[in-house]
């Protein structure tokens, strides 16, 4: 994000739209655009479109231009795979359109904390028009705010804002650091759609039966279940207060059918701290396992 510009103190709208929201794979991507409100009429000269709409040579271009562009200033919140997971298989659930909404209420605080004047913002809508802007109204009561469908086709200062956070999300995924690197992973798993038939393979070809999938994965994603109908069925030991505090011995170990690290009685000291016989997973990472701190 730019530093706060020149303009700052005039008059000033803002677009903002996200990129990644349906995919299994990688991080969604809000993005916002905003300028001088005197400045609204010359975006149409800039040749913004709905970031879908382009090729990605096109997109890059626009996104390059835009960024030497005095009078444009832009803002993204990545929001990673495993964040969305974990925070719609939270204990508190947040669902996805609570993030969005989230999302786009933090990037229009944040140019609103470096001294911008936002006075309008337009949206695309996640959920009920309506409902969305007077859940933003109440927020920023000194803004006026326009939330419709298909806001990134009719506002060239969403069209702006599309292309910022498609080109962000376009770019992670190609630089994704792979934290799975004791594993064979490839990239070509397609659109990251869940009904692309490379992404489905690229999810069969890397599922683990018990970690579940490498980090570039939203686990939390419906179709992630269908690649995991024979996960390994997993014991955990319960908390030891949980246990003082229940009296029932019973609950020493609660088995869960999602993913962690298995238990094996028979197998002794020697052979685990060897990390013979192991899971490549520790293996890779030449993990092993203390049993005297």
């Known amino acids: 994000m730019e530093s706060t510009p020149e303009w700052a103190s005039e008059p000033c709208i803002m677009g903002i739209d996200e990129a990644g929201r349906g ?3 990688g991080p969604m991507v809000y993005g916002c655009l905003y300028c001088p409100l005197s400045y609204q009429s010359s975006l149409a ?16 271009e626009l996104y390059e231009n ?48 470096m001294g911008v004047l936002l006075t309008e913002v337009y949206l695309d809508t996640v959920g009920d028009p309506e409902k969305y802007r007077i859940k933003l109204s109440e927020r920023f009561g000194s803004i006026k705010f326009v939330v419709s469908k298909k806001a990134d086709s009719l506002y060239p200062v969403v069209s702006g804002a599309s292309i910022v956070a498609k080109v962000t999300r376009d770019r992670a995924l190609r630089e994704w650091l ?19 038939p490379a992404t489905k393979a690229w999810l069969e070809q890397h599922k683990h039966y018990v970690f579940g999938f490498p980090s570039l994965v939203r686990f939390s994603w419906g179709t992630c279940t269908t690649h995991l109908k024979g996960e390994v069925e997993v014991a955990w030991e319960s908390d030891e207060a949980e ?7 019973s609950k020493r ?6 993913f962690g690290f298995t238990t ?9 701290s060897s990390g013979k016989g192991r899971c490549k997973f520790f293996q890779a990472r030449q993990i092993q396992q203390i049993t005297q701190f």
């Not at 792979?178 to 692309?196: A, C, H, K, L």
């Not at 246990?243 to 011995?249: L, T, W």
Request: charged share 35%; aromatic share 4%.
């Open 66 to 113: 835009l960024k030497l562009d005095k009078s444009l200033g832009w803002a993204v919140d990545v929001i990673g795979p495993r964040e969305l997971s974990a925070k719609m298989l939270a204990k508190d659930k947040i669902n996805l359109n609570e993030i969005s909404h989230n999302s786009a209420m933090g990037l229009i605080k944040q140019v609103l904390d």
């Open 253 to 258: 170990q609660a088995k869960l059918s999602r």
């Open 45 to 60: 000269s800039l040749h913004f479109a709905d970031s879908k709409t382009l090729k990605e040579e096109k997109r890059e």
């Open 23 to 25: 995919p299994v794979l």
């Open 243 to 249: 246990e003082k505090g229940n009296g029932n011995s």
């Open 178 to 196: 792979v934290e799975e690197t004791g594993e064979d992973i490839d990239r070509n798993f397609g659109s990251g759609y869940p009904g692309d």
């Open 264 to 272: 094996c009685e028979s197998r002794s000291e020697e052979t685990e």
